[in-house]
């Protein structure tokens, strides 16, 4: 089965940018959309077709693919921006999530 | 505004079924594909199932095919998921997702409903 791979864990400083990367066999093919959760609280969606920022979201969030790699970045990491992070694609009709990273900004 | 509301979970044995409903407003719900995703507690997240905007195409994760069932009344502005012979695993939050423009991202979610499957 397709899966994609995450970092488990990445830490910034305020101010700093933060990079989490996914890879997975068929990302140079396929899209793929990233998720902030918050905790307690439901998925948000923060960039989708790999680059595409939904309204709402702000400029500091980013997002990139080369290869088998897409990559969130996130510039000027705030406070507010500590949550987990999954990116997501497809393949035949499915959807196939990453593990998650969780992002600390200390 | 664009509004996504889950309701249906709960506390059920193994071997049984439970119905969850996500009631859709603030957007035109018959134009839209739509996803369940579920978090088990302390996990990731794991897409459930997915329904294309007329119902005409539906896909499902490998852990429920043949035991989900994902449905939707446009009419109603609500999606179903059918779930039956429930097993430990399957305990999490169940999420409905609205799919964007581009399908398979889902660009709103509802609040989440709890399943809890224990005996």
């Known amino acids: 089965s397709y899966e994609l791979s995450q970092p488990p864990s990445v830490s910034v400083s305020p101010g700093q940018t933060a990079s989490i990367t996914c890879s997975g066999g068929k990302l140079g093919d396929k899209y793929a959309s990233w998720y902030q959760q918050k905790a307690g609280q439901s998925p948000v969606s923060v960039i989708y077709q790999d680059t595409k920022r939904p309204s709402g979201i702000p400029e500091r969030f980013s997002g990139s693919s080369s290869g088998n790699t897409a990559t969130l970045t996130i510039s000027g990491t705030q406070a507010m921006d500590e949550a987990d992070y999954f990116c997501q694609s497809w393949d035949s009709g499915t959807v196939v999530f990453g593990g998650g990273t969780k992002l600390t900004v200390l | 505004q664009v509004q996504l509301v889950e309701s249906g979970g709960g506390v059920v044995q193994p071997g049984r079924s439970l119905r969850l409903s996500c009631a859709a407003s603030g957007f035109t719900f018959r134009n839209y594909a739509m996803h369940w995703v579920r978090q088990a507690p302390g996990r990731g997240l794991e897409w459930v199932a997915l329904i294309w905007y007329d119902g005409g195409n539906k896909y499902y994760a490998e852990s429920v095919k043949g035991r989900f069932t994902i449905s939707r009344d446009n009419s109603k502005n609500t999606l179903y998921l059918q779930m039956n012979s429930l097993r430990a695993e399957d305990t999490a939050v169940y999420y409905c997702?609205?799919?964007?423009?581009?399908?398979?991202?889902?660009?709103?979610w509802g609040q989440g409903t709890t399943v809890t499957v224990t005996s």
């Open positions: 997702a609205k799919g964007g423009e581009w399908v398979y991202n889902m660009d709103v």
